[in-house]
Nanobody
Framework: QVQLVESGGSLVQAGGSLRLSCAASGRTFSSLAMGWFRQAPGKEREFLAAISRSGSFTYYADSVQGRFTISRDNAKNTVNLQMNSLKPEDTAVYYC????????????????????WGQGTQVTVSS
C-alpha cells in the first residue's frame, strides 16, 4: 500500500489559517484519489475533502465548503489542505488517505474505499 505522512498541524486562533500537507510513497501517486478526513475526541471520523487522480475534480463536505481547499502536486507526490477561517469546532486530528477504488462520484466520500491512511496531525483552534 501507499505510505502517507501528514504534517502541518498546529495551534491556531479562530479565524486563522493552516496548510496541511501529506507526502505519499510506495505507489504511483497519480493513480490514486486522495482525501482528507478528521476525527475529534468522541466523534465519528468525518469526510472533509477529496481530489481526483489528475486533480481535475474536487469534493467537499458542506461543513468546510468555501473554507477549505484540497490540492495535489503529482510531481511531488503530495496532497495539501488549505484551511481558512478556522473555527474551534475544526479542532481534531486530521488524516489524509488514498483511494484506489473510485468508480463513482460517491466513492470519493466513502471512507471504506480508502485503504491507506496517514498517522494524523493535530489541529487545534482556540477561541
Amino acid at each position: 500500500q501507499v505510505q502517507l505522512v501528514e504534517s502541518g498541524g498546529s495551534l491556531v486562533q479562530a479565524g486563522g489559517s493552516l496548510r496541511l500537507s501529506c507526502a505519499a510513497s510506495g505507489r504511483t501517486f497519480s493513480s490514486l484519489a486522495m482525501g482528507w478526513f478528521r476525527q475529534a475526541p468522541g466523534k465519528e471520523r468525518e469526510f472533509l475533502a477529496a481530489i481526483s487522480r489528475s486533480g481535475s475534480f474536487t469534493y467537499y463536505a458542506d461543513s468546510v465548503q468555501g473554507r477549505f481547499t484540497i490540492s495535489r502536486d503529482n510531481a511531488k507526490n503530495t496532497v495539501n489542505l488549505q484551511m481558512n477561517s478556522l473555527k474551534p469546532e475544526d479542532t481534531a486530528v486530521y488524516y489524509c488517505a488514498a483511494n484506489g477504488n473510485v468508480y463513482a462520484v460517491g466513492h470519493y466520500r466513502d471512507p471504506v474505499r480508502y485503504d491507506s491512511w496517514g498517522q494524523g496531525t493535530q489541529v487545534t483552534v482556540s477561541s
